[in-house]
């Protein structure tokens, strides 16, 4: 599903996020990405959204190799995507619905279509009773889980997190990582950043670990699942 | 793509038509964008009246330019000839000419004005009298005021003044047309100024509405990065602007249209006034349909000019961080 083969990515100030990084993700794989914060982690799911391009290297996703996307077809890329953010990124002056709703309409869904494909997102995060409500009257946990549902609603096959849990407690963040399970479950294929080690290995989901942009030798017994 | 045509054949989901898809899209956009400008009620109506103000200026200019023409052109056709017969031409002779050229298709009436009355005339009101008396004869010829019918058009009214030029009796043909061509000349002037003048505040409308729709791109400079996030094109992030941009001319030209017609109702009244004085029948020329519609259509694509400007500009400029 993913796949990286030496992948640069430099800053016009010289300071290289990732320094010749290669990686695989299979298909229906839920993979989390660990490391310190400037290890790389938010460069390489931003690379995989193309919200930057590789200095070198290639990323191919789902068969595509992103350096051949051009600029013009970005958003129709960007569609395939679901994409799950540390602060949500949601629109605070619409109800959750209309926020579900927002890659549909983006799409060109149409209107019935789009409203069940809304509750049935919303029923899968626990929100549905909640759908006429404005983001900013729900808790922290709450509206990650309606950025999870915007993420999922159009029915991606591939679904980066970046920090999903960053601002949760242990609590909510192993209900958020619950909800994702159950999407791997379903055949989603999963990259998740995250720095909560404890967390990732209760689930005993495959661990990349980043340092300085390059991968981290990961002592075997750590990725034991039955640990 | 054959994977997901066979999913749906195996559960069929009732889709409408593109057409309409992307219509009841549009219109939703539209309403959005007009619902947002009605949520700011003062800062839309202030921009609104800056659009009418710059469209009703010229477009009334234009109208009293188009009034001066009317009445002008009333005068052009009603310009009487005077011909000054020849000293040795009889009062007989020139009381018969008067009848033969009233006879013609193309002159309306002719008055004969004898010379012993343009000198009693001229003595009444010049105020030379004693000194007149002292004249041997009288100096003044016949004259005959000629005026052509109404149907003449500029080019037969010119050929009926060489015509009476031609005759023996004539020694000269009068028309005052030059002050008419001169005032028309002017007119002109003030139309290509007004064509300027137009253009120029085209301008300033497109500038106005462009700086407003950058405003507005700024204040939803979030929601504009979140959208392209998920997977918006410019095109879905620019089209509630154009919107503005059209509701905002669209309004504006309604105004104008409001403003000009509510300036000749007010002049109504003055105008019948100087009808009565003038006993005429002068009644102002009001926008033809054509015109009205062209103020609204400047209006909405000056509006959706300068929003498709700033909109398609600062869209691109604009990415996800």
Known sequence: MIHLENVTKRFPGGQEALSGLSLSVDKGEMVFVTGHSGAGKSTLLRLIALIERPTNGHVVVDGQNTSRVKRRRIPAYRRQIGMVFQDHKLLYDRPVFDNVALPLVIAGVGHREAGRKVRAALDQVGLLHKEKQRPETLSAGEQQRVGIARAIVSRPKLLIADEPTGNLDP???LEVMRIFRRFNEVGVTLLIASHDIALIDRLGCRRIALEDGRLQQVPEEEVDPWL | MAVTRNADAVAPVRRSSPLAIWFARHMGVAIGSLGRLVRHPLSSLMIVLVIAVTLALPAAVNLVVKNARSISGSWDNALDFSIFLKQET????AAGLARLIEQRADVESVSF???????????????????????????????????P????????????????????????????TE???????????????????????????????????????????DEIEVTKLIGASNAFVRRPFLWTGFWYGLAGGLLALGLVYYGLFLLQGPVARLAGLYQAN?????????????IIGVGVFLGLFGSWFTAARHMRRIEPR
């Open chain 1, 171 to 173: 609590e909510l963040s």
């Open chain 2, 179 to 221: 002050w008419v061509q001169r005032f028309h000349a002017i007119l002109d002037i003030v139309r290509q100024a007004i064509a300027i003048g137009a253009a120029l505040l085209g301008i300033a409308i497109v500038v106005i509405i462009g700086n407003t729709i950058r405003l507005d791109i700024e204040n939803r400079r």
């Open chain 2, 113 to 147: 004005i004898s010379a012993t009355r343009a000198l009693a005339d001229f003595k009444e009101l010049s105020g030379f009298g004693a000194a007149l008396d002292r004249l041997p004869d009288n100096p003044l010829p016949h004259t005959l005021v000629v005026r």
């Open chain 2, 149 to 176: 019918s109404a149907g003449n058009t500029s080019a037969s009214l010119i050929l009926l003044q060489e015509e009476l030029g031609n005759l023996p009796e004539t020694e000269y043909v009068q028309v005052d």
């Open chain 2, 282 to 294: 002068i009644a102002i020329a009001s926008m033809s349909l054509e015109e009205a519609a062209a």
């Open chain 2, 90 to 93: 009889g009062e007989e002779a």
